[in-house]
């Protein structure tokens, strides 16, 4: 494994683990994920932003090395996503009015941009542009080049994060001896991964809901309409699980085993008893009921992004991410939303993933943003690794130039045991400088061997074969 070339390392910045994928791309350009690791914290990520340098850093250090050591690689550069609550889009409308009718221009177009590109957020960056329509008249057109007006309005989706963000995970990547190798927007590249090209044309909302956020991105026509990210997810619910007087692991597991998003039979509560820890128990109908009303409120705010693009949603809603896993999720979106449209949860691997054969993903594992993170990666991120085989020429690449007109000839190969004594030599050189018998010893003998070789290069090579 060692000798592969090319191979693509990623890692995503999670609330509940910190995890690292690595893979390499096949000539069909698909991607086959070689390794995958992860790193549990519960204190270094909030609300998906770092909240903790040194602890984040650790995390990294550790994930990157278990890939390598299982790969036997060394990874310099990684791919990280952006992601978390002050993550969200603004849109930019800039108007250009002309003195007469003008024929639109690629420079023109280009002037907008930039023009856009210069605005500033009160303690935001912008970390991407999407354009939308320009306006010419009463009509909405996506490329105007060419078309002749008076009057031209852009339209910008600009993605942007609170300030430092990304300053504190490159901070975070350069401790851990790393480089980035791209900055990646989450939410944008697990799109691109779930979402087929039908389904932004039509019309889709993707929900990823996580440990501490739920993620909503709105495509129709193509484009990125809106994205936004609200500091609710799986957590929560496991929270007021604790108000039960219930430790947060065994809280976790409840709202696993016996949790759901939507009572089913609200007219006949459940009043099986659920035995908990220290001999206590807690009904069916009461663990139920406080994970219901949590999720419709993580539901009715998702409602309220999507609601604006309901008529244009003919995909439907898409659901993926850890919390999406909770029971009767699609019919509590389908209740609390309102929505006619269609709502699905992702399951399998996404298009263009293949798995080595040492590599497994339990179902009830949610990777799909790590794997859309490693899907655009077009670097390598391995580095070369000096080892002593490398360093000791072989016999074959051996070649010692003689003095000028004369042709190169093969200088004799150096065993491992050579190689060990010549260290050990060059070692006891260093502790005594003024012994300079042993170089002029180790001379003549070189000039020793090049003078046999020449003058009989076949015989030299059996009485090495027969020292072997």
Request: charged share 25%.
């Amino acid at each position: 494994m060692g000798a592969e070339k090319d191979i693509i390392v990623a890692v995503e910045l999670g609330s509940t683990a910190i995890r690292g994928i690595a893979g390499k791309r096949e000539p069909d350009g698909t991607m086959r994920v070689l390794a995958i690791s992860q790193e549990e914290t519960n204190d270094s990520i909030r609300k998906g932003l770092v909240d903790n340098i040194d602890k984040t850093t650790q995390a990294i250090s550790h994930v990157v090395k278990k890939i390598n050591d299982e790969l036997g690689i060394h990874t310099t550069r990684i791919y990280v996503g952006l992601s978390g609550q002050s993550l969200r889009t603004m849109e930019n409308k800039i108007p250009y009015q002309f003195a007469e009718k003008t024929i639109i221009t690629n420079d023109l177009i280009d002037q907008l941009k930039e023009i856009n590109n210069g605005v500033v957020y009160p303690q935001a960056k912008i970390h991407d542009v999407i354009p939308q329509e320009y306006k010419i008249g009463n009509r909405y057109v996506q490329d105007p080049v060419g078309m002749q007006c008076e009057h031209i309005e852009a339209r910008f989706i600009n993605v942007v994060a609170r300030a430092g963000v990304s300053d504190n995970i490159e901070r975070c990547v350069k401790n851990a001896g790393l480089e980035i190798a791209e900055l990646l927007i989450s939410p944008i590249c697990l799109a691109d991964s779930l979402l087929s090209a039908n389904e932004k044309r039509s019309g889709c909302a993707l929900v990823d809901m996580g440990a501490d956020t739920t993620t909503i991105s709105v495509y129709y026509s193509n484009i990125l309409r809106h994205l936004v990210v609200i500091p609710l997810g799986g957590n929560n619910v496991t929270t007021d699980i604790t108000t039960k007087s219930i430790e947060q692991g065994e809280a976790e597991q409840l709202k696993l085993k016996y949790g759901t998003a939507w009572h089913e039979n609200e007219d006949e509560p459940s009043k099986n008893k659920i035995q908990i820890s220290y001999d206590r128990s807690i009904t069916e109908d009461e663990l139920t009921n406080i994970t219901e009303a949590r999720y419709e409120e993580i539901i009715v705010n998702v409602g309220a992004h999507i609601k604006p693009y309901n008529d244009k949603l003919l995909s439907g809603i898409l659901l993926t991410g850890g919390a999406s896993k909770a029971k009767n999720l699609a019919k509590a979106v389908t209740e609390y939303t309102q929505t006619d449209k269609q709502v699905r949860i992702t399951k399998g691997l996404p298009l263009n993933i293949s798995l080595a054969h040492n590599v497994h993903i339990p179902e009830d594992n949610n990777m799909y943003t790590l794997m859309a993170l490693l899907l655009k990666g077009d670097q390598n991120c391995v580095g070369e690794t000096s080892t002593i085989a490398e360093a000791i020429p072989t016999a074959a690449e051996s070649v010692i130039e003689k003095p000028a007109g004369n042709e190169p000839v093969k200088e004799e190969p150096v065993t491992q045991e050579g190689a060990e004594g010549n260290a050990e030599e060059t070692g006891a050189k260093k502790d005594e400088p003024k012994n300079k018998g042993g170089m002029k010893k180790k001379i003549n003998n070189v000039f020793s061997v090049i003078k046999k070789m020449l003058t009989d290069p076949e015989e030299e090579e059996e009485e090495i074969t027969d020292e072997k």
